[in-house]
């Protein structure tokens, strides 16, 4: 079989991206001048499929096709110290020595399908981005079906409707992430942020160990030499 020279170039591009991810995140905490990191608290998957998403545009967004382990899980948030914005959003797994780092993809996705520097990821417009469980996505839809029906012309979208709270803290500052319930009789949550300098294109890669399971998952909004 030939392979041409777009899919090589792009195998090196994915590479060079994921030996980045993984200089900066194998290790148990992250060691770069550039980066402060903060503990955002505690993710709930119920079902262990997990999805990454603009939630305002692509609520609809597949989840990726390796199955997370089940619970909660810590969340780190990565900043650009310069920048003030959210570079990396980390979600932990568990203790594991890093082994291996693979670019994550959806079902319908193929790295042979990419060419020259494409990627596979998720498109931001609102400048917002998340991770939530596929139950917890549901719940998400529901909600905005619900809120519209009962709204009508009153609704406003579900932005305003339900996301915009949550990012306003007690004195009325602006937050870069918060976790919210879009159904307080479940356990999911999800988790919001602001992505890196606001609309784009952006992947997520999955650290492995040894035995192929997954330890965590990394999200890149802005790439900052290891």
């Known amino acids: 079989m030939r392979i041409g020279f777009s899919f090589i170039f792009t195998i090196f591009v994915i590479m060079k991206h994921v030996e980045n991810i993984a200089q900066l995140f194998s290790k148990k905490f992250v060691e770069n001048p550039s980066i402060e990191t903060f503990d955002a608290g505690l993710i709930n998957l119920p079902t262990g499929r997990l999805v990454a998403c603009d939630p305002l545009i692509t609520n609809d967004m597949k989840e990726f096709r390796i199955n997370f382990p089940q619970g909660e899980f810590p969340v780190l948030v990565h ?90 803290d007690e004195n009325g500052a602006i937050d870069q992430y918060a976790f919210l319930k879009p159904d307080a009789e479940k356990e999911g949550n999800i988790f919001a942020f602001e992505t890196g300098y606001g609309e784009g294109f952006y992947a997520s890669y999955i650290g492995f160990a040894k035995d192929n399971q997954p330890v965590k998952i990394v999200t890149e909004f802005i790439e900052i030499g290891s």
């Open 79 to 168: 900043r650009e110290k310069d920048s003030n914005c959210v570079a990396y959003v980390e979600i932990i797994f568990s203790d594991s020595e890093v082994s291996d780092w693979k670019l994550a993809t959806t079902h319908d996705q193929n790295t042979e399908d990419l060419q020259d520097e494409e990627i596979f990821g998720y498109p931001v417009e609102s400048g917002m981005g998340c991770f939530m469980d596929v139950e917890t996505q549901e719940c998400l839809n529901h909600l905005e079906k619900k809120l519209f029906h009962s709204k009508g012309a009153e609704f406003m979208g579900i932005y305003e409707e339900f996301f915009h709270e949550y990012f306003f």
